[in-house]
């Protein structure tokens, strides 16, 4: 299994600023995911981030918005840039693993993120 | 393109009925299936999950679930629901090749009353 760590656990941040989620991960890990989950709303994956290449984003999520870096393979960041209340979510990191075919999801305890 | 159905959205049982969770999924190629439990403030938990082999799949807490191919569904069951678990559950999808990450369903809020 991975054990996933995630900073900071929760922030308030005023409209207009930018907030860095840091994702550490406890072994080295080709596929990393991140997913924003809104007030009493499901998981939607924001991008996935591949160590040595860039970010693939998904419909709706731009990478001027939610620049992510992944320079090793154990460590990514996603940034929340200019932030608006409608950005207030709670935002996981995600990485596969398993012993067969890293077929299991494994999450952060996530990022609990209110804008004002 | 992955998707993942949950039909009921909010679930109201007493303690000790039984449970069934509906999940559908649309993939075109081999699946990977997950049901998340979500206890209020917490993270997400796995429960069980199918990857191959035997259909019927045993989880944590008591819960199962069973892959029916022919009818892309992935049920979630407990034969006797207790007051704690009471949460929200979540039916996920990925695929062994082309999109790894999870598609998630929209969750289905089960509340148990004692």
């Known amino acids: 299994s991975a054990v996933i760590s995630q900073k900071p656990s929760r922030d308030i941040c005023q409209r207009g600023t930018s907030l860095t989620i840091q994702c550490q991960v406890d072994s080295q890990v080709t596929m990393m995911f991140w997913y924003r989950q809104q007030p009493g709303q499901s998981l939607t994956l924001i991008a996935t981030a591949n160590q040595g290449s860039e970010a693939t984003y998904e419909s709706g999520f731009v990478i001027d918005k939610f620049p992510i870096s992944r320079p090793n393979l154990t460590f990514s960041t996603l940034t929340v840039s200019n932030m608006s209340p409608e950005d207030s979510s709670i935002y996981l990191c995600s990485v596969l693993g398993g012993l067969v075919l890293n077929t299991e999801a494994f999450f952060g305890q996530g990022t609990r993120l209110t804008v004002v | 393109a992955q998707s993942v159905s949950q039909h009921n959205h909010h679930v109201i049982l007493s303690e000790a009925a039984s449970l069934e969770l509906g999940c559908n999924y649309s993939?075109?190629?081999?699946?990977?299936l997950f049901w998340y439990v979500q206890y209020p403030g917490q993270h997400l938990q796995l429960l069980l999950k199918?990857?191959?082999?035997?259909?019927l799949v045993k989880g944590i807490k008591g819960f199962e679930a069973e892959f029916i191919k022919s009818k892309f569904s992935f049920n979630l069951r407990k034969p006797s629901v207790q007051w704690s678990d009471t949460a929200e559950y979540f039916c996920a999808v990925n695929g062994d090749t082309g999109r790894r990450a999870l598609t998630f369903g929209s969750g289905t809020r089960l509340q148990v009353q004692p």
């Open positions: 993939y075109g190629g081999t699946v990977n």
């Open positions: 199918y990857f191959s082999g035997d259909p």
